[in-house]
T-cell receptor, first 119, second 111 residues
């Protein structure tokens, strides 16, 4: 199984709503990522979890709250979002078997994304 | 720091070749290449881990010049299926999980 599964595929929410995006992988990967992608732009890193601990937070506003309940699951909780937060949210995972300067260089496996629209 | 990709866009006829470049102002430990088709997720193409390393996947290959802090992706005898946006990604440093993508190169292959 080499899939990263994201749900929902599409989400429309108002600025006062609370919703969550979910991501699941069963490849035994210990690093999981959230990226945000606007149209015609590259994916932008938001968060990285390594061994279920938050490893990187790229100065993301607190209205986005990540959670890693276990090594296979990654959630992104959304609250009081703004229309400019509308984007494709991509989850990814990677496995890194190296050490030294080449540690954590494994390829990223991306899910199909959750397309979020904030009204 | 975001790598710089060039060109921003390229249009090819089937069978033609293309080169996409990726450069960084900081030392590179690894370079990733991904392709994203419209409406789909990025798909991994290859990783280059060492300076001077070259890899190939069918008619797509890449090189990594550590000294020049750059990588190039070579697409030969392009096919319609090669169309998409190509991103290079670089890690934030030795052992870093941070992977930052360049702005992308849009490749269009026409019959």
């Amino acid at each position: 199984d080499t899939e990263v599964t994201q749900t929902p595929k599409h989400l429309v929410m108002g600025m006062t709503n609370k919703k969550s995006l979910k991501c699941e992988q069963h490849m035994g990967h210990r690093a999981m990522y959230w990226y945000k992608q606007k149209a015609k732009k590259p994916p932008e890193l938001m968060f990285v979890y390594s061994y279920e601990k938050l490893s990187i937070n790229e100065s993301v506003p607190s209205r986005f709250s990540p959670e890693c309940p276990n090594s296979s699951l990654l959630n992104l909780h959304l609250h009081a979002l703004q229309p400019e937060d509308s984007a494709l949210y991509l989850c990814a995972s990677s496995q890194d078997d190296f050490s030294g300067p080449f540690a954590n260089t494994g390829e990223l496996f991306f899910g199909e994304g959750s397309r979020l629209t904030v009204l | 720091q975001q790598p710089v990709q060039s060109p921003q866009a390229v249009i090819l006829r089937e069978g033609e070749d293309a080169v996409i470049n990726c450069s960084s102002s900081k030392a590179l430990y690894s370079v990733h290449w991904y392709r994203q088709k419209h409406g789909e997720a990025p798909v991994f193409l290859m990783i280059l881990l060492k300076g001077g390393e070259q890899k190939g996947h069918e008619k797509i290959s890449a090189s990594f010049n550590e000294k020049k802090q750059q990588s190039s992706l070579y697409l030969t005898a392009s096919q319609l299926s090669y169309s998409g946006t190509y991103f290079c990604g670089i890690r934030g440093g030795a052992g870093s999980y941070q992977l930052t993508f360049g702005k992308g190169t849009k490749l269009s292959v026409i019959p």
